[in-house]
Nanobody
Framework: QVQLVESGGGLVQAGGSLRLSCAASGSTFMFYDMSWYRQAPGKQRELVASISRGGRSSYSDSVKGRFTISRDNAKNTVFLQMNSLKPEDTAVYYC????????????WGQGTQVTVSS
């Protein structure tokens, strides 16, 4: 069983920045492929960014160039640095474990609210 705890959300003005953190349990974090998702009110959950166990990252077109996903294996933590925030980035942000040692998994955190005011 993997537990994920997100933090770092809050209220920010458009153009501002936030850094989300997701702390994971488990002694094999270095083998986790991780992602950040978000869900806005009335919308489906969408993939924002992913990072492989090897550090390779990918992004949705809507955040490319503004958000950066990273990981610190020594701290069992994955980060999402969000810059140039827009009101449309307002959502609950969730971290997710995609795979553990190449085996598909489906662990979610509780989510952290990000609100961007115009």
């Amino acid at each position: 069983q993997v537990q994920l705890v997100e933090s770092g959300g809050g209220l920010v003005q458009a153009g501002g920045s936030l850094r989300l953190s997701c702390a994971a349990s488990g002694s094999t974090f270095m083998f986790y492929d991780m992602s950040w998702y978000r869900q806005a009110p009335g919308k489906q959950r969408e993939l924002v960014a992913s990072i492989s166990r090897g550090g390779r990252s990918s992004y949705s077109d809507s955040v490319k160039g503004r958000f950066t996903i990273s990981r610190d294996n020594a701290k069992n933590t994955v980060f999402l640095q969000m810059n140039s925030l827009k009101p449309e980035d307002t959502a609950v942000y969730y971290c997710h474990v995609d795979r553990i040692i190449l085996v598909a998994s489906d662990y979610w955190g509780q989510g952290t609210q990000v609100t961007v005011s115009s």
